[in-house]
């Protein structure tokens, strides 16, 4: 199995970035894939999942109204737009996927992409 993200990079507060996630060599379909990020000395902590079966999405508090994902099943890519970019929301984000029932606790996803690096400053 193999999850890539892509679409890292710097950014002025205010901004926006969006980042995509493709999985691929699953032998069966995910059950649920999220994003989730780690900032420099604090834990790993979900940003935002969604149920592929029935389209569930969940957002933490600190993103909603902010970021939105979404997929293009043409492209097996999930993304996540993120608009008015905090300096607080610079992290390492990851995208994960897994075939158990989850919801978007960390402990929950099984595949692990590498991360892509958001920062956010002027």
């Known amino acids: 199995v193999q999850v890539v993200e892509s679409g890292g990079g710097l950014v002025q507060p205010g901004g926006s970035l969006v980042l995509s996630c493709v999985a691929s060599?699953?032998?069966?379909?995910?059950?649920?894939i999220g994003w989730f990020r780690q900032a420099p000395g604090k834990g790993r902590e979900a940003v935002s999942c969604?149920?592929?079966?029935?389209?569930?999405?969940y957002y933490a508090d600190s993103v909603r109204d902010r970021f939105t994902i979404s997929r293009d099943n043409a492209k097996n890519t999930v993304y996540l737009q993120m608009n008015s970019l905090k300096p607080e929301d610079t992290a390492v984000y990851s995208c994960?996927?897994?075939?158990?029932?989850?919801?978007?606790?960390?402990?929950?996803?099984?595949?692990w992409g590498q991360g892509t690096q958001v920062t956010v400053s002027s």
């Open positions: 060599g699953l032998t069966l379909p995910y059950y649920a």
């Open positions: 969604l149920v592929s079966s029935d389209g569930a999405i």
């Open positions: 994960a996927v897994t075939h158990r029932r989850a919801w978007c606790s960390v402990r929950e996803y099984d595949y």
